[in-house]
C-alpha cells in the first residue's frame, strides 16, 4: 500500500452493507476525507435515506445489491467501473447476526447466515478483486470479521451466536489465505475484528431495555450480566470507522477495535499451548 491511503481525498470506495451499522460510519469517514463513496444494501428504501443523509458529508451513491447472488454483485461492479472508474478501496462489510445453538438450528437458518456473511464476501473478492490487479494501481479490501473470528469471546457464551461465530472464522482464514494470493499483486487485503459496536440494532436493544429492564423477550437473549459488559465494551460506528482506517494506514493486516479481544485470543493461546506441552514435550 505504501502511502497510497494517507489520503482518501478523490479515491473511489465501495462499502457493502454501507447503509446501517459499521459499513455506515464507514462510508461516513471515508466521505469526510473526500472519496466518493458507493453503498449497497438489500433494501433499497434503506440505501436511499442513507444516500441522503451521508450526502451532506460528501459524494455517495447507494446502489440496492444482493450480496449472495453473484450475478447481480458482478453487475453492479462492472456498472462502477464502466459509469465511474476502478475503485481503489473496498470494505466488504455486509453480513448480519444471528443467535442459533449448536443443536438447534435447521440447515436453511445455517445456509442463509453463510450465505449473507461468508458467500457475499466471496463473491464481492471475485468480481471486484481481478479488476482492480487488472489496473495495475494499489488497491485494497477490507473485510469485516469479528472477535468472534479469533475466539468465543469471555461473557458471551450465552447469547448463541455459534453459527455467526463459524462465518467470521471462515472471513479470517479467507482473508489469510487471500493475503498469500496477492503477495504478488498491486492489491493488499485486512481483517477488521470488531468487539461490540453501537449499531442500530444494538442501540434499539439498550434502549428497550433501559425503558423495560424487564423485557421478557430480550432477557431471554440478554441477561443483565451480558448487557452490563457489552455496555462497558460497545463503540461507536464512527469510533469503529475511525480504527479501521488507522489500521489500513497502519498497513495492518489484522485490525482489532478493542483492547479486551487480546484477553481472548491469549485465553485460546495457553490452552492450546498446554494442550501441546502436555502431549509432546
Not at 495495475?136 to 475466539?151: K, R
Not at 489465505?177 to 475484528?193: A, E, G, K
Not at 492450546?272 to 502431549?279: A, G, I, W
Amino acid at each position: 500500500m505504501r502511502d497510497f491511503f494517507s489520503s482518501l481525498n478523490r479515491k473511489r470506495v465501495l462499502v457493502t452493507g454501507g447503509a446501517r451499522g459499521i459499513g455506515k460510519g464507514i462510508a461516513k469517514k471515508c466521505l469526510e476525507e473526500g472519496a466518493k463513496v458507493y453503498i449497497t444494501n438489500l433494501d433499497k428504501r434503506v440505501g436511499l435515506a442513507t444516500e441522503k443523509e451521508l450526502s451532506a458529508f460528501g459524494k455517495i451513491k447507494s446502489l440496492q445489491c444482493d450480496g449472495t447472488d453473484k450475478a447481480q454483485v458482478e453487475s453492479m461492479v462492472k456498472g462502477i467501473w464502466e459509469r465511474e472508474g476502478a475503485l481503489d478501496l473496498v470494505f466488504s462489510n455486509s453480513g448480519s447476526g444471528s443467535q442459533h445453538r449448536v443443536l438447534e438450528a435447521n440447515p436453511e437458518e445455517i445456509q442463509k447466515l453463510v450465505a449473507t456473511n461468508f458467500e457475499s464476501a466471496v463473491n464481492i473478492a471475485q468480481c471486484c478483486l481481478p479488476l482492480m490487479i487488472q489496473e495495475q494501481n494499489d488497491a485494497h479490501i477490507m473485510f469485516t470479521g469479528s472477535e468472534h473470528s479469533v475466539s468465543l469471546p469471555k461473557g458471551n457464551e450465552s447469547l448463541g451466536f455459534a453459527y455467526y461465530g463459524v462465518t467470521k472464522h471462515a472471513m479470517l482464514i479467507l482473508a489469510e489465505w487471500l493475503r498469500h494470493d496477492l503477495l504478488d499483486t498491486n492489491v493488499s487485503v485486512s481483517l477488521l475484528i470488531p468487539g461490540p459496536v453501537m449499531t442500530e440494532s444494538v442501540a434499539h436493544t439498550f434502549e428497550t431495555l433501559a425503558k423495560d429492564p424487564e423485557n421478557p423477550q430480550f432477557r431471554a437473549i440478554f441477561s443483565k450480566e451480558v448487557e452490563s459488559l457489552l455496555r462497558k465494551r460497545a463503540i461507536t460506528t464512527e469510533q469503529c470507522a475511525e480504527i479501521a482506517l488507522k489500521g489500513l494506514r497502519s498497513q495492518l493486516f489484522y485490525i482489532p477495535t478493542q483492547k479486551h479481544i487480546l484477553g481472548d485470543i491469549e485465553d485460546r493461546y495457553k490452552e492450546m499451548e498446554t494442550s501441546f506441552h502436555q502431549l509432546f514435550f
